[in-house]
């Protein structure tokens, strides 16, 4: 096979995938209009979805480590260079063995067809648009790859079925350019959030009785220290969610089951019609580094969670509620904590709006004093009262603990690095340990004596606090560490530990070099 015979089959390959993909998400798109299916008809997002569900720890940590909150981001170019980089290879198999690239690619295909099959809600119906798109990508590839090639400089006027090298380049680009378009059309023609949006835009966050008052001193002000409180564009975003869920507000249930007394279900209006509350609650996530800014404060709005479990009335044997979002993910929660009297929510509302889409509208769990991934469940549509010993959520099989109580945490945010210049210098930052609260963040210079921080007023036991220490700091290089002391008089540890399998642990540290005036 020579070097253009190669170039002409990987092109293929690239050209029959891509068609593949943009005729099963046109379908897609306009069996979701149609239809208003639940499942995840399109092969994109259910292959990314499914790998994500199978995602080891090590990989996912790895992931949110190095990307943060583009891990999604990173995930689709990373499937779309994989798949382009397969595609080439089946397009290389089928110029030299066509029988045996076109069932190589029947079996790529299929495989994006099971995975449709596996979402939640998903019915053989979401499956024909990947099967309709598969079946198009082998037409695409048989042709090209069975075309007789003749070279440019061959005769002025190729035989009928033979193919120039410029006419596969054209052919095969132009194939290849509409399948790409195709999956574009067919996320605008699916009306993906079109509902959605116009319902949230017309939703009202309830009013409460006691609205949650923030003094302004609880943040002192200081430049380049975190606010207090977090806006909603920048609060962090980590979850299993390759695409955001796009929940209809209308047709929004919450069933509560399992070991209950009685079952219950609510929808939207029921839950509206309860009494709100307002709680100031700092969220974290358990894959946060020591010094790391997957944490965010906000004012949530919402029916606590043990008034509708006293509904359901669990039963004795009961310690934990399994719960579990629109798109399949599920968190195994305590029981104790979501009926010690704590503000653990059925949230609606984020700082005074409704939740934005990718924070969990319309509804969302929010529990203080536990990391996310035990808790924080984002368009929640199902709590099960079980056991531990009986089931686990999304994270426990893959190596996280079943309960994962927040550890006592300290951040230096100024200066975060770099120069300063000597002389008094303020160093700031934010310490959370979640429903304990924090009494005390101390500040040690190089190998000197701990110095005790300002603390700005506590609003809330369940919120971060903020600290500062003025500093007269001599010219050099010095390395500036930070650790806090909950509510319970228990200093965070020194001992460093990965996030995995229950947080983080360790002191920070940030080396700052001080310019003499």
């Known amino acids: 096979m020579g070097r253009g015979t190669r170039g002409w089959g990987a092109l293929a390959g690239v050209a029959a995938g891509a068609m593949t993909l943009g005729v099963a998400e046109v379908l897609a798109g306009l069996l979701a209009r149609s239809l208003g299916t639940r499942g995840t008809p399109s092969p994109l997002v259910a292959v990314g979805e499914a790998f994500v569900d199978l995602t080891p720890r090590w990989l996912k940590d790895l992931a949110v480590a190095v990307f943060g909150t583009a891990d999604k981001v990173a995930l689709v170019v990373g499937m779309a260079v994989v798949l382009a980089v397969t595609c080439a290879g089946v397009g290389l198999l089928a110029r030299w063995r066509l029988r045996a690239g076109l069932a190589v690619f029947a079996v790529v295909g299929f495989v994006g067809v099971g995975a449709v099959l596996t979402r939640p809600g998903a019915a053989v119906a979401d499956a024909v648009p990947t099967v309709a798109g598969v079946l198009v990508g082998l037409a695409v590839l048989r042709r090209l790859v069975r075309s007789p090639v003749v070279p440019a400089a061959g005769p002025a006027a190729a035989l009928p079925?033979?193919?120039t090298r410029r006419r596969l380049l054209v052919q095969g680009g132009a194939l290849a350019a509409v399948g790409l378009l195709g999956v574009l059309v067919g996320r605008v023609v699916s009306g993906a959030g079109e509902a959605v949006r116009a319902a949230r835009a017309a939703f009202v966050v309830p009013r409460v009785a006691s609205p949650v008052t923030v003094p302004a001193a609880a943040d002192p002000g200081v430049p380049g220290q975190t606010p207090f409180r977090t806006p909603n564009a920048d609060f962090y975003r980590i979850d299993t969610a390759l695409v955001v869920p796009q929940v209809d507000p209308t047709t929004w249930r919450l069933r509560v089951h399992g070991l209950v007394e009685r079952e219950v279900e609510l929808d939207l209006a029921e839950l509206l019609a309860q009494p709100m509350v307002e709680?100031?609650?700092?969220?974290?996530?358990?894959?946060?580094t020591v010094g790391g800014d997957l944490a965010g404060?906000?004012?949530?709005?919402?029916?606590?969670v043990r008034e509708l479990l006293a509904r359901a009335r669990p039963l004795a044997e009961a310690d934990m509620v399994l719960s579990t979002s629109a798109d399949g993910f599920t968190a195994g929660t305590p029981l104790e904590v979501l009926t010690d009297g704590r503000n653990a929510l059925l949230a609606v509302g984020m700082n005074g709006e409704p939740l934005p889409p990718e924070h969990g509208f319309p509804v969302r769990m929010v529990v203080p004093g536990l990391y996310g991934y035990v808790s924080a469940t984002k368009w929640v549509v199902d709590l099960k009262v079980t056991r531990f010993a009986d089931d686990a959520?999304?994270?426990t099989p893959r190596g996280w603990a079943a309960?994962?109580?927040?550890?006592?945490?300290?951040r230096i945010d100024?200066?975060?690095r770099g120069r300063v210049d000597a002389g008094r210098t303020v160093v700031a930052g934010v310490a959370w340990a979640q429903h304990r609260g924090i009494s005390r963040v101390e500040l040690r210079v190089d190998d000197g004596g701990w110095q005790e921080a300002t603390l700005a007023p506590e609003p809330s036991v369940d919120a971060w606090r903020?600290?500062?220490?003025e500093w007269d700091a001599p010219p050099g290089r010095h390395r500036l560490t930070v650790r806090a002391t909950d509510g319970a008089g228990a200093t965070q540890t020194e001992q460093t530990a990965p996030p995995a399998p229950d947080g983080a642990t360790g002191w920070h540290s940030v080396e700052v070099e001080v310019r003499a005036r």
Request: charge should be positive; hydrophobic fraction near 45%.
């Open 393 to 395: 959520g999304y994270w």
């Open 161 to 163: 079925g033979e193919l």
């Open 279 to 288: 709680a100031l609650v700092t969220l974290t996530c358990v894959s946060n």
């Open 403 to 410: 309960r994962g109580p927040v550890k006592t945490a300290s």
């Open 414 to 416: 100024v200066p975060r």
């Open 466 to 469: 903020m600290w500062l220490l």
């Open 297 to 304: 404060t906000a004012v949530w709005t919402g029916w606590p």
